[in-house]
């Protein structure tokens, strides 16, 4: 399947207001939607079902990629996945009783993503999955069972890659049902990278020299819900012979405390999660990236960054073997990325000269056209 590269005009006019409720519920959800809420205007019916809640992991995403309040809040976070799940979909399915829109939009693959899959899918209202067609084949991850759901749930699977497309061809999902769009995410960065001269005041904002520091994330459960894995992790980022910026997800520091590995965090410059503009010019200055996030592995395409993926699997294969390489949890990063940093000047020419296998910035574009042709 090609990307149809005609067909980027913007279809949203055809939506009356309030008619299209886009549900979500967490940070990679409010960047990947934020280009289709703007492009739908008035029509996007906003609901946030609160899954996350901290101001610099929700509130401060809207408001750097200038999108409105959210219209409804559910307030479901902090609690299992079951009660998330269960909560906002019997949330959501009291407001399509009360108004009913003409599409529900999701995006990924998180518990917010199920809820407003299932609510849908109980009214027969028309569903639309964003960032479909992700395969990690780990029933391990509750992400895979989500994205399983919705893709199986949606009338329209906006694939990013034709790996996506094939994943989804493979499970019977086809024709009509599938576009080829490329991934939302690529808009999102053109819109906020900052420039070259703003970087370095970044960089120096958050105490690191440009090219000369490791940027980390890690808030997997298979990485840090286990004492011991997390431990060797923090303990080989502190080893590394440069520095380490590890902005921490509340995740991750509710279970170094639960752990007891604060004297490992104080070898590391942790910070409170960072805004997304400021994120992403520090990944454009890092010398190297170490991470278990989604996002970051995408990112890395588009910023020419190389980055170790801390994983037992990956839904984005598209770009191990170029920009990124995999480390299972508890394995050796120390020695990926040392191997990467004695050779850092010949990996970043190399890694610049390639093309991010996420598309060129139309995918929300092309996801809202598909939407508005059925
Ligand atoms: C969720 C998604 C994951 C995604 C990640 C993005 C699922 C199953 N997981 O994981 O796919 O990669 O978001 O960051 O949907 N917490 C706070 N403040 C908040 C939010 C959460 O303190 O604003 C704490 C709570 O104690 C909560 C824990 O973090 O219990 C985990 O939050 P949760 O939303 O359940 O999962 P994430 O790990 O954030
Ligand atoms: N991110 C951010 N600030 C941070 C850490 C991450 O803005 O301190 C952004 C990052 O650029 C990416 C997104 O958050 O776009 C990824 O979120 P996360 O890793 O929480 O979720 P995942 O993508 O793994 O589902």
């Known amino acids: ?13 055809t939506f009356a207001p309030k008619s299209i409720a886009v549900v979500l519920g967490t ?33 401060s995403f809207f408001d750097e990629l200038s999108l409105p309040e959210p219209d409804v809040f559910l307030d479901v976070g902090g609690s299992s996945r079951g009660h998330q799940i269960g909560e906002a979909t019997k949330r959501l399915d009291a407001l399509f009783a009360d108004h009913r829109p003409r599409a529900v939009v999701v995006q990924g693959d998180t518990n ?38 919705a893709d199986h749930l949606a009338d329209l699977c906006c694939a990013p890659t034709q790996t996506n497309v094939d994943n989804l061809t493979s499970e019977g999902i086809e024709g009509e049902r599938v576009v080829l769009t490329g991934n939302t995410i690529v808009e999102a960065v053109l819109e906020l990278l900052p420039d070259e001269s703003d970087r370095a005041a970044l960089c120096e904002a958050h105490g690191v020299e440009p090219g000369r520091f490791v940027l980390s994330t890690f808030h ?19 080893g590394l012979d440069i520095p380490v910026l590890l902005p921490l997800h509340p ?45 970051v592995q995408e990112e890395a395409s588009i910023v020419k ?17 170029t920009f990124a390489q995999r480390v299972l949890p508890g394995g ?23 093309g991010s296998p996420y598309g060129d910035g139309s995918a929300s574009r092309r996801s809202l056209d598909a939407l508005a042709a059925r």
């Open 27 to 59: 940070r990679p959800e409010i960047i990947k939607l934020s280009e289709i809420v703007k492009l739908l205007g008035d029509a996007a019916w906003l609901i946030h079902t609160g899954q996350h809640y901290d101001p610099n992991l929700s509130g």
């Open 305 to 321: 960054r190389p980055l170790i993926v801390v994983r037992n699997s990956t839904e984005r294969p598209e770009v191990i073997g």
């Open 1 to 13: 399947m090609a990307i149809d590269s005609r067909r980027v005009t913007v279809a949203a006019m």
């Open 220 to 238: 997997r459960p298979e990485n840090v819900d286990n004492p011991e894995t997390y431990r060797t992790i923090l303990e080989q980022l502190a």
């Open 112 to 149: 917010a993503v199920m809820a407003g899959s299932l609510a849908a899918n109980a009214r027969e209202i028309t569903l639309a999955h964003i960032e479909a067609g992700l395969r990690s084949h780990d029933r391990a991850m509750p992400e895979e069972h989500n994205r399983v759901v």
């Open 251 to 295: 995740r991750s520091v509710k279970r170094a405390q639960e752990h007891g590995l604060g004297d490992l965090l104080d070898q590391l410059t942790v910070t409170e999660p960072i805004g997304y503009r400021a994120f992403l010019g520090l990944e454009a200055e890092s010398a190297l990236l170490i991470s278990d996030s989604g996002g």
């Open 332 to 354: 050796d990063i120390a020695d990926a990325a040392n191997r990467i940093l004695c050779d850092l000047g010949s990996v970043h020419d190399r890694l610049s000269k390639l």
